[in-house]
């Protein structure tokens, strides 16, 4: 075994230990004959949104284990650090994921490069800040194009690469806000709705070419979603005090954010499971929150299911 599958078992063994990956099986390059093809080819990503946060995060666990990664960013200067530690094994790409050519461009460039992809995660996007009368016509169509069309774009160009090698996983990055919503971030609720349904048909289409599609669902994390990453639409006064409400109850389901540098393994575990879940929570509180919202739902449904009746003639 050459040293450097050596390392690569070795950082495989070490994240398995540590509930990182549940594939590794080989350590310090003792592996059977019939394990080293499965243990030891590694997955090759593609990942938007890479600068900062979750994209962040998993490209350095993708490459640590031994992984080879194509990250996007709109600036790729902030990947130099990576690039420095782990070479040929990370391909940094500037994108713009609103470009709909570039985004062609740049899935091309990495199957090229690395001549295979494994998972494709749609993870570049924004928070968009207001209420629904505040919002501008370009807040609204600019949150739209990165959330949704950014996303579509790049499933879009990384699909055919997929269905031709037979296999895939395609990581959706949703939020709890895609099956739930809240005052004050509207435009943010359209997007990750669009996502989600999209996402969900996708996965109905390309199931029979062993392609897995997975939308994560993350409740509050400490990143910069709601900081310098966000948007602000210009406020109506007449919104101040609903507005005031709206951010105390977004302050208690802040209260304990999420770890974006643990949400590394999270990923890890969703990508390396045989059977993948077409949707998966990331962090304590969105179970809670479905919970509730879908039980209200429910009730409502079956209170007025005589009105449904009534409708179908």
Not at 60 to 66: F, H, K, S, V
Not at 131 to 140: G, N, P, R, T, V
Not at 216 to 227: A, L
């Amino acid at each position: 075994m050459s040293a450097i599958l050596m390392r690569a078992a070795n950082r495989r063994c070490e994240f398995a230990k540590s509930g990182m990956s549940t594939t590794a099986r080989c350590c310090n390059g003792q592996c059977k004959d019939d394990e080293r093809v499965s243990d030891m080819s590694e997955k090759v990503w593609f990942i938007t949104g890479t600068s900062r946060g979750f994209g962040r995060e998993w490209t350095a666990a993708a490459l640590e284990r031994g992984d080879k990664v194509a990250a996007t960013a709109r600036d790729t200067s902030t990947l130099d650090d990576l690039a420095a530690k782990y070479g040929d094994a990370l391909l940094p790409i500037q994108l713009d994921v609103t470009d709909r050519e570039a985004d062609f461009a740049a899935v091309k460039q990495a199957h090229d490069h690395f001549g295979r992809l494994d998972v494709v995660v749609n993870n570049a996007g924004y928070g968009q800040f207001g209420f629904i009368e505040e919002l501008s016509e370009k807040d609204a169509r600019d949150q739209i194009e990165t959330n949704v069309f950014g996303a579509l774009w790049v499933t879009q160009a990384a699909l055919p690469y997929l269905r031709e090698q037979r296999s895939g996983h395609i990581i959706q990055v949703s939020s709890i806000g895609g099956i739930s919503a809240f005052a004050n971030v509207g435009a943010y609720h359209a997007s990750k709705w669009a996502l989600e349904g999209f996402s969900q048909a996708l996965a109905n289409e390309v199931e029979s070419f062993g392609i897995h599609v997975t939308l994560i669902e993350p409740g509050g994390f400490d990143t910069d979603w709601s900081g310098p990453s966000s948007k602000r639409a210009k406020p109506i006064p007449a919104y101040d005090e609903a507005k005031a409400v709206a951010q105390k109850i977004r302050d208690q389901r802040m209260s304990k954010p999420g770890d974006p540098k643990a949400s590394a393994a999270a990923i890890l575990k969703v990508v390396d499971a045989e059977k993948p879940p077409l949707r998966c929570f990331f962090g304590d509180l969105p179970i809670q929150i479905a919970k509730a919202d879908y039980e209200s739902r429910l009730k409502t449904w079956e209170e007025w299911q005589p009105v449904a009746e009534l409708a179908q003639g």
